[in-house]
């Protein structure tokens, strides 16, 4: 028999125990990344037991009657321990949808992870949510390069190991984020799309800090001047590389920094056994519009679009 509870302070290391051995779940699961900024969601994150055990969760919060994959991360759905059958998962999603119903949710919202993060890359989720007439209500595609494969990465990309000034560029590894925040991220996206990063400095540094191993900034100079830089998120389980945060400054543009950036730590996580590095990804307009140019970047970088899907449940 399945029940289903919302998640409290008390479940804390329950629930990051459970995250930690999953095979479908990464660190931006575990409490401390998920509550960095629970001042902005209400949190309704649920747990599901079969009998006493634990078998799944949903990191997820609440806007009125409707029960969102948490909002405040790139991808959700139902975190499991290990590879399920398929009667199991439509079980427990039964028993979350009767919970739903008798806590008066009309709607439940699951943002689902890409499968190159997923180790038993079962789409049994995605068969249950059709077979409840959930709808389709957004497709990104979310960019990944194969590492262990025959990466092909376009000759224009190739073509700064020709370029003598190469000679002067210096990559190096950071636990300081401010330089690169405040000196090209920052400017570079108000400059570009008046936006600013999702994450404060504040807020990727302290979470750099609860994360160390996860978390990386890498920053590349030309002749003594910071150019460009990459902050990644790193999750050794699924052997994934995501670059959170990618930005050049007009010089660096001039050289090509970025894609040189790219290239190396292409190589580098190539060496380290990573099977895939993840781009992110390129769509606009709640997913019905792709942005040419960025994709065609990703594109000649070696990136192969994965489908990042959205769906809508009527409880």
Request: hydrophobic share 35%; proline share 2%.
């Amino acid at each position: 028999m399945y029940t289903v509870q919302r998640y409290s302070k008390f479940e804390y290391e329950v629930w990051n125990n459970f995250v930690s051995v999953s095979k479908n779940a990464t660190f931006l699961f575990q409490r401390d990344f998920m509550d960095y900024h629970k001042d902005r969601f209400e949190d309704y994150s649920l747990m599901i037991y079969e009998g006493e055990k634990l078998v799944a969760l949903l990191p997820a919060n609440r806007v009125g009657d409707q029960l969102y994959s948490h909002q405040g991360l790139t991808y959700g759905g139902l975190i499991l321990k290990d590879f399920d059958k398929v009667n199991s998962i439509a079980s427990v999603f039964n028993e979350l949808m009767l919970f739903l119903r008798d806590e008066y949710f009309r709607i439940l919202t699951l943002k689902l992870m890409p499968t190159k993060y997923n180790l038993f890359q079962s789409n049994a989720l995605e068969y249950v949510l059709f077979q409840k007439k959930a709808s389709l209500v957004r497709r990104d595609m979310n960019f990944f390069v194969h590492l262990q494969r025959n990466t092909k990465v376009h000759k224009n990309k190739k073509k700064i190991y020709n370029k003598e000034f190469t000679r002067d560029f210096i990559i190096t590894e950071s636990k300081n984020f401010e330089l690169f925040w405040t000196e090209i991220l920052k400017p570079v996206l108000k400059q570009k799309y008046d936006v600013n990063p999702v994450h404060s400095v504040n807020e990727i540094q302290k979470l750099s800090d609860r994360f160390p191993d996860n978390i990386q900034q890498f920053n590349l100079e030309y002749q003594g001047n910071l150019v460009a830089g990459m902050t990644l998120f790193i999750e050794p389980n699924s052997r994934v590389v995501k670059s959170q945060y990618g930005a050049v400054n007009e010089l660096g543009k001039k050289l090509k920094a970025l894609d040189f950036l790219y290239l190396e730590l292409f190589k580098k996580y190539q060496d380290l056994g990573f099977e895939f590095f993840d781009l992110g990804t390129t769509n606009e307009a709640d997913g019905y519009i792709y942005n040419h140019g960025l994709t065609n970047y990703k594109e000649e970088l070696g990136g192969i679009p994965t489908n990042l899907d959205r769906y809508e449940l009527q409880l």
